[in-house]
């Protein structure tokens, strides 16, 4: 099984920038799709975006549309997630997922889509 660990959390100002990072090990990194999450606190962990094994489909969650991209080297079996014009409301532990299995999803994924997870990262955004 896929063992998955995100960095490049923090503290940013509204407005600002961060990527985040998930390195993945133990595991063939192409035979995944992938996936990042967030939970805010005292709610539910939300899906973010997810991407295809070759990086050539994306899914993006409505509210992080045009501001957030997540991409992928499989050279360096890493996936990223770019966050842009971060808002307050995008604070959140971010959640790094596994899927295994090239097959695309038909629909927007959902949390039980994934089966490895990494221990997440804050992202803390201030007004």
């Known amino acids: 099984q896929v063992q998955l660990v995100e960095s490049g959390g923090g503290l940013v100002q509204a407005g600002g920038s961060l990527r985040l990072s998930c390195a993945a090990s133990?595991?063939?990194?192409?035979?995944?799709?992938m996936g990042w999450f967030r939970q805010a606190p005292g709610k539910e962990r939300d899906f973010v975006a997810a991407?295809?094994?070759?990086?050539?489909?994306?899914y993006h969650a409505d509210s992080v549309k045009g501001r957030i991209t997540i991409s992928r080297d499989n050279a360096k079996n890493t996936v990223y997630l770019q966050m842009n014009s971060l808002k307050v409301e995008d604070t959140a532990v971010y959640y790094c997922?596994?899927?295994?299995?090239?097959?695309?999803?038909?629909?927007?994924?959902?949390?039980?889509?994934?089966?490895?997870w990494g221990q997440g990262t804050q992202v803390i955004v201030s007004s």
């Open positions: 991407i295809s094994w070759n990086g050539g489909s994306t």
């Open positions: 133990g595991g063939t990194f192409s035979s995944y799709i």
């Open positions: 997922a596994a899927r295994w299995g090239r097959s695309w999803l038909a629909r927007t994924p959902t949390q039980t889509d994934f089966g490895s």
